[in-house]
């Protein structure tokens, strides 16, 4: 990571638009990506390779890839559901590629159709063809353990699960392994207690990112805690886009700006203008009216006397 101390993963047009039945026209997509881009993102997770049939709103996934890959110095990140998918995102250029592995089998069953079994089988493949690539075209290849800190269909989750399946997943190839709190159900005592748990399994260099929902509102706290310990990159959403339709005010990621706030004021280096970031916020916006956005730092604006820029 080149400059910043914590690295923050926009995945608003991923996570964020996913959930969204408007759709938003790849043009203000590009834009908005531009955008995000120029306030200082470092990574976007511009989409994900599912047919469409599946998820209209994500139909542009190719073509966002090629838009992000005009963008100098930008990482264009991209989800996976299977091999196929991964196969469109090397097609494409993509520079990291992201699959999820739901801990909770019965997620990973409607998630994405497949057994742990199955998807550790699915890993082990898409790893054989990224590591085949040159090393200069070989994208980054992480294993997303989803549902990791407890199941809205499953209940409780196990830790020890939690660790083999991090073991698991590395012993099939992929590169790294994230934790993420897909339900927004984690609190901070047992976010360090797993991140504890899977370093000691499997080194912390394999370990360096959580995905966090702030759907109960302990987003923050739990980046919080997560970055004390030495996270160093952390997925967030733009306007805290997403959450679930089904839900009213259930938010979804942890909400950027909020996030940049807090690590900035800390003295931590994002690399992120928060002017330019609001831009890009008001942009959305207005290419997608009646949005609901969340966050509080870009209605209150900064402290006095703070800048981050
Ligand atoms: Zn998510």
């Not at 390779?49 to 073509?63: G, K, N, S």
């Not at 831009?279 to 209605?299: C, I, K, Q, S, V």
Request: proline share 5%.
């Amino acid at each position: 990571m080149s400059g910043v101390d914590i690295l923050i993963s926009e995945v608003g047009p991923r996570d964020g638009l996913q959930s969204i039945a408007t759709i938003m026209p790849t043009a203000a997509k590009k834009q908005w990506i531009t955008a995000l881009a120029a306030a200082g993102i470092r990574e976007i997770e511009v989409g994900s390779f599912v047919p469409a049939t599946v998820l209209p709103q994500l139909a542009d996934t190719a073509e966002l890839v090629a838009h992000g890959l005009t963008i100098d110095g930008l990482q264009i990140a991209v989800l996976v559901p299977n091999f196929r998918g991964a196969e469109h995102a090397i097609a494409a250029g993509a520079h990291k590629i992201s699959i999820p592995l739901s801990v909770s089998e019965t997620h990973s069953l409607r998630n994405v159709k497949r057994s742990h079994a199955q998807m550790l089988e699915e890993i082990a493949r898409i790893a054989q063809l990224v590591n085949a690539l040159p090393v200069a075209k070989r994208p980054h290849f992480e294993v997303g353990l989803s549902t990791a800190f407890g199941c809205s269909l499953e209940g409780p989750v196990s830790e020890s699960l939690v660790v083999q399946l991090a073991e698991a997943a590395l012993a099939a190839g992929c590169h790294e392994v994230g934790l993420s709190d897909t339900t927004g159900s984690a609190h901070p005592v047992q976010l360090r207690r797993l991140i504890t748990k899977v370093w000691s399994a499997v080194g912390k260099d394999k370990l360096c990112g959580v995905h966090l929902h702030n759907t109960r509102g302990q987003g923050l706290a739990n980046a919080l805690a997560a970055i004390d310990m030495g996270i160093s990159t952390v997925d967030a959403s733009m306007g805290g886009i997403g959450g679930c339709p089904a839900a009213p005010g259930a938010s979804g990621n942890i909400v950027t700006e909020d996030l940049v706030f807090l690590l900035e004021s800390m003295g931590l280096e994002t690399g992120i203008n928060f002017a330019a970031l609001c831009a890009a916020r008001e942009l959305f916006a207005y290419a997608m009216p009646g949005t609901e956005l969340y966050g509080f730092t870009p209605l209150a604006g900064l402290p006095k006397g703070l800048e981050i820029t």
